[in-house]
């Protein structure tokens, strides 16, 4: 079992910026795999970053590359989300999610990640 805890969220104007952070706790030898999700009111949660445990494989969806960075503190279980330049359209619960996968490359589809946080909240005001 592998408990995500997620911090970090809040409410900025447009351009600003925001420090995501995930930590693990439990049975993290099962976790290889870390990723970031989001869902805003009334769409489908979508996958935003993910981060192989090597350091290897980094993935983000189209919408925020450039302006998301992805890293991950193995020493302290952790996972953090730079998020620059936000936009109204970057409203959001923000989740954190992970996975053992065999490989180097990190899924993206929700339905294949194990362990879920409980989210946090990222608004963005014009």
């Known amino acids: 079992q592998v408990q995500l805890v997620e911090s970090g969220g809040g409410s900025v104007q447009a351009g600003g910026s925001l420090t995501l952070s995930c930590v693990a706790s439990?049975?993290?030898?099962?976790?290889?795999?870390m990723g970031w999700f989001r869902q805003a009111p009334g769409k489908e949660r979508e996958g935003v970053a993910f981060?192989?445990?090597?350091?290897?494989?980094?993935e983000y969806a189209d919408s925020v590359k450039g302006r998301f960075t992805v890293s991950r503190d193995i020493g302290n279980n952790m996972m953090s989300l730079q998020m620059n330049s936000l936009a109204p359209e970057d409203t959001a619960m923000y989740y954190c999610?992970?996975?053992?996968?065999?490989?180097?490359?990190?899924?993206?589809?929700?339905?294949?990640?194990?362990?879920w946080g409980q989210g946090t909240q990222v608004t963005v005001s014009s």
């Open positions: 999610a992970a996975v053992w996968r065999y490989g180097a490359k990190c899924p993206s589809a929700k339905a294949d990640y194990a362990w």
């Open positions: 439990g049975y993290t030898e099962s976790v290889n795999c």
């Open positions: 981060i192989h445990d090597s350091g290897r494989h980094t």
